[in-house]
């Protein structure tokens, strides 16, 4: 029999080892042969109106934070925080950011409301808190598996740091700029395309975030 001595566990001979060592693997297989089966069976429920569990939560947080440490340039944003570099963040933000992460004082958009996981509050302490590498290289490579796009095939460089440059204003951004990303919202919920003569009115024609109206 083992004996416990603190918080170790002594074992008094080899069959004792053996023994404790198949009951981890035992577990552990259990385990792996539960959760299998969980999925295999159509058990786990991949609506986005259902909340994530929180071993999922923090799992999906912990892989995320590992990933973009590992991954993210060692870089300071290059351009100056200025009102020139925000105004150009200010019109990518409010063209493809604001609709689901939304801005002080400024609701997310019903595509940002539908997301699960839902867009982030980029005023947060733990976004902020991300180095200017780790905000461009989300911006530009995206997040695999959520609503978040990679901007990089789409943007230059420079206008990702414009981004990541307004990302850090955006706490104290002005009423002007709170009016401005408000109308994008507003745009992009009662979008509807003018009557044919004669007709009526077409449904509301969805854009993803980032994608230019095209004309018909």
Known sequence: ????????????????????????????????????????????????????????????????????????PNRRNPLSADPETFRGGLAHFRENCVVCHGAPGVDPGEIGQGLNPGAPDLTLRRTQARSDGELYWIVSEGIRMTGMPAFGPTHKENEIWQVVAFLRHLPGITDEEKTQLKGATEEAEHHEEAPPPGGTAKPPHMHAPGTPPHKD
């Open 1 to 72: 029999m083992p004996r416990h001595a603190g918080s170790r566990v002594e074992f008094t001979d080899k069959e004792e080892r053996v023994r404790f060592l198949f009951g981890v693997i035992f577990g552990i297989l259990l385990v792996a042969v539960g959760a299998a089966a969980y999925v295999m069976t159509g058990s786990y429920n991949t609506a986005a109106t259902i909340p994530p569990g929180k071993t999922e939560k923090e799992l999906a947080t912990y892989a995320l934070n590992k990933s973009v440490a590992k991954h993210a």
